[in-house]
């Protein structure tokens, strides 16, 4: 076990950890919403310190980033425990293994270790992914500086439900980050991901403020958030506090594989295509339809003059870029290289 590096002790061996914007309050012996952050004696631990579930080499694309480090591969690390409940979980095996079972699994990797990994694959970047980066800070931090050390860039997926300290923590460390969108009311978030809308919209303008780079990705559910006013309020947040270059990424949803919600069906392309559509009319220059190979809305097109700059095929990449920017205009592609 790990001490956490962001807790406050309270009254009676009472602790409030303060790595996430649930801000939970435990009592001694008692675990955290997340699974895996444990009071004991008044100190909060992480349970899962150099503890990964995986650790693979993934196109950069997976994450998926489309304008940070295009065509690259990057080291993908996770650990179990996630401190959202989301009902459309894909990886709830491991997001929510600790909850369900009480285990910890996962092999013993060390930070330094994960580094040597990423040098001798020749990758450019770490990728803190799978479940939610903020349950495993400590371990993602370590790493991040270490990573940082050996000019490796450092990336996180997260559904953003980070408290203020822990962005403010990790922020001179962290490169780019792919956030989860999930949705654009409070009861979306409570009812689906037993979360809150609210702290997502705050760790998004910190990180805009903070000069990271973000990608933004909104699973679209049947029936729960494929409305058009979902799509256009999720649009135009993106635009006024995120800037219109920030890329949408717009994926489907497949009910096969979900947590709790096998009973639904899979995005239709028309659903992606309105949200799409949406996107492009509210002024986003990037907008990416996701998990269905094949169309074009998977490639990026200068917003300048309309000319296809890069062409994807699930994760095969070809450029016609000229170093981030349009071969045919020049116009700025905001790519991140």
């Given at each position: 076990?790990?001490?956490?590096?962001?807790?406050?002790?309270?009254?009676?061996?009472?602790?409030?950890?303060?790595?996430?914007?649930?801000y939970c309050v435990?009592?001694?012996?008692?675990?955290?919403?997340?699974?895996?952050?444990?009071?004991?004696?008044?100190?909060?631990?992480?349970?899962?310190y150099g503890r990964?579930?995986?650790?693979?080499?993934?196109?950069?694309?997976?994450?998926?980033?489309?304008?940070?480090?295009?065509?690259?591969?990057?080291?993908?690390?996770?650990?179990?425990?996630?401190?959202?409940?989301?009902?459309?979980?894909?990886?709830?095996?491991?997001?929510?293994?600790?909850?369900?079972?009480?285990?910890?699994?996962?092999?013993?990797?060390?930070?330094?270790?994960?580094?040597?990994?990423?040098?001798?694959?020749?990758?450019?970047?770490?990728?803190?992914?799978?479940?939610?980066?903020?349950?495993?800070?400590?371990?993602?931090?370590?790493?991040?500086?270490?990573?940082?050390?050996?000019?490796?860039?450092?990336?996180?997926?997260?559904?953003?439900?980070?408290?203020?300290?822990?962005?403010?923590?990790?922020?001179?460390?962290?490169?780019?980050?792919?956030?989860?969108?999930?949705?654009?009311?409070?009861?979306?978030?409570?009812?689906?991901?037993?979360?809150?809308?609210?702290?997502?919209?705050?760790?998004?303008?910190?990180?805009?403020?903070?000069?990271?780079?973000?990608?933004?990705?909104?699973?679209?559910?049947p029936t729960l958030?494929?409305?058009?006013?979902?799509?256009?309020?999720?649009?135009?947040?993106?635009?006024?506090?995120?800037?219109?270059?920030?890329?949408?990424?717009?994926?489907?949803?497949?009910?096969?594989?979900?947590?709790?919600?096998?009973?639904?069906?899979?995005?239709?392309?028309?659903?992606?295509?309105?949200?799409?559509?949406?996107?492009?009319?509210?002024?986003?220059?990037?907008?990416?339809?996701?998990?269905?190979?094949?169309?074009?809305?998977?490639?990026?097109?200068?917003?300048?003059?309309?000319?296809?700059?890069?062409?994807?095929?699930?994760?095969?990449?070809?450029?016609?870029?000229?170093?981030?920017?349009?071969?045919?205009?020049?116009?700025?592609?905001?790519?991140?290289?």
């Amino acid at each position: 076990m790990k001490e956490a590096y962001l807790y406050k002790k309270l009254k009676n061996e009472t602790s409030q950890c303060q790595t996430c914007a649930h801000y939970c309050v435990l009592k001694n012996g008692e675990i955290g919403l997340c699974g895996v952050r444990k009071n004991n004696n008044g100190k909060i631990y992480s349970l899962v310190y150099g503890r990964a579930c995986a650790v693979n080499i993934d196109p950069i694309e997976k994450k998926p980033f489309f304008h940070f480090l295009s065509g690259t591969k990057s080291l993908s690390i996770a650990t179990v425990g996630c401190n959202f409940s989301c009902k459309n979980c894909q990886n709830w095996n491991i997001s929510q293994g600790p909850k369900l079972t009480g285990k910890i699994e996962g092999e013993n990797v060390s930070p330094e270790e994960i580094v040597e990994k990423a040098k001798q694959y020749k990758v450019p970047s770490i990728s803190y992914t799978y479940t939610d980066p903020a349950v495993f800070l400590e371990y993602a931090l370590d790493t991040m500086k270490l990573a940082k050390k050996a000019k490796l860039k450092n990336t996180w997926v997260t559904n953003g439900f980070l408290s203020k300290e822990t962005l403010n923590l990790i922020s001179s460390y962290l490169d780019a980050t792919n956030v989860d969108l999930k949705g654009f009311t409070e009861n979306f978030y409570k009812k689906y991901c037993a979360g809150r809308l609210q702290p997502v919209l705050d760790t998004l303008k910190r990180m805009k403020k903070a000069k990271i780079w973000i990608e933004i990705t909104t699973l679209v559910i049947p029936t729960l958030n494929d409305d058009e006013k979902t799509f256009k309020n999720i649009a135009n947040f993106i635009k006024k506090e995120l800037g219109p270059e920030t890329p949408w990424h717009i994926t489907q949803f497949c009910g096969a594989i979900s947590w709790k919600l096998q009973n639904l069906p899979n995005t239709s392309v028309e659903t992606l295509k309105k949200a799409y559509e949406i996107g492009k009319k509210v002024g986003l220059k990037y907008v990416y339809t996701g998990n269905i190979a094949g169309m074009e809305s998977e490639d990026t097109y200068c917003p300048k003059c309309k000319t296809k700059m890069i062409e994807r095929l699930g994760y095969l990449i070809t450029r016609y870029d000229r170093n981030g920017k349009c071969s045919k205009c020049g116009e700025s592609l905001n790519i991140i290289e």
